[in-house]
């Protein structure tokens, strides 16, 4: 190597390594399958996961409206033959049966699926833990989260299912728990939570959509990553408002340290394999 191109190289170098949170200029392409640790749960997720909750609410979804039940397992496992083990659903977008359809063909142990919980009580979050399984047609769920945490002081509120999780984990029913959060408050509360393993957060380069003004979201997630806490990022396209912006999208999201994985909800095969096509072609730019 020529003296002018190691100087330049060293800079490069130098230059990468002090650019937090952002990843080295100098690492390996990343891909959509990559199997990553969620923070310090044991438990390994495909860095990109199958999110089935377009527009969610009232127990139907873009994916549920548009591809129903064998669609919808149609396009997981294509997802899963692309490598892609994770699984994002949730009670609110109604996807459990069609989880279920999914898992006639692929091996329980073989993916990942998390879910989410609107429970406060101890008795809903039972009743929950018991008809989620049911639906979905397995014996335990790995990831379990408090689903949509606005108010500050959710720990208070959500005591009661917080502890029948914490018992769940201890018997083997689930695999780590945890919150998604939709406002600041919520998202600091999470950070100092012992309780919470996992994180859902709100997280793209243009702020859309997110608990706060960018900076302060990725100053709290920093902090919570290096306590150990898996984190795992959406509305990455911004709720679909950043369509037309999909490669910065995940460039920013891909840089980011502090981020494990994240989910996006793809509504058919083609968004599937044109967002897995894209990640290892995206190169870092600061």
């Known amino acids: 190597m020529k003296r002018r191109e190691f100087i330049r190289y060293s800079a490069l170098t130098a230059s990468a390594l002090t650019l937090s949170p ?15 640790n969620l923070g310090n749960t044991g438990i390994q997720v495909s860095r990109l996961a199958m999110g089935t909750g377009t527009h969610g609410v009232n127990r ?9 039940i064998k669609g919808v397992a149609d396009l997981l496992h294509a997802a899963y033959d692309n490598g892609i083990n994770f699984w994002d659903s949730a009670d609110q977008y109604g996807t459990h049966p069609h989880l279920k359809e999914a898992l006639k063909g692929i091996e ?3 993916v990942v699926i998390l879910t989410k919980t609107h429970a406060t009580t101890a008795a809903e979050m039972k009743a929950d833990l018991d008809r989620f399984r049911k639906e979905i047609g397995t014996d335990y769920l790995d990831i379990v989260l408090l689903h949509l945490m606005t108010d500050p002081e959710w720990p208070k509120e959500k005591e009661g299912a917080m502890e029948v999780l914490a018992r769940a984990r201890e018997d083997g029913i689930i695999r780590t728990h945890g919150v998604s959060c939709h406002t600041f408050g919520a998202l600091e509360a999470a950070s100092k939570s012992d309780w919470v393993q996992v994180d859902l957060a709100r997280i793209n380069p243009e702020g859309i959509v997110m608990d706060a003004e960018i900076p302060a979201v990725v100053k709290v997630l920093e902090n919570m990553h290096k306590n150990g806490k898996g984190i795992i990022g959406m509305k990455v396209l911004g709720g679909g408002r950043l369509r037309n912006q999909v490669d910065e999208c995940l460039r920013y999201v891909l840089n980011l340290n502090c981020v494990d994985a994240f989910t996006i909800g793809q509504e058919n095969i083609k968004e599937m394999k044109d967002l897995i096509s894209r990640i290892p072609d995206i190169n870092p730019q600061f």
Request: aromatic fraction near 8%; glycine fraction near 4%.
């Open 60 to 68: 139907r979804s873009n994916q549920t409206e548009k591809l129903g």
């Open 108 to 110: 329980r142990e073989k």
């Open 22 to 36: 952002y990843t080295n200029l100098l690492a390996e392409k990343k891909h959509a399958y990559d199997i990553i």
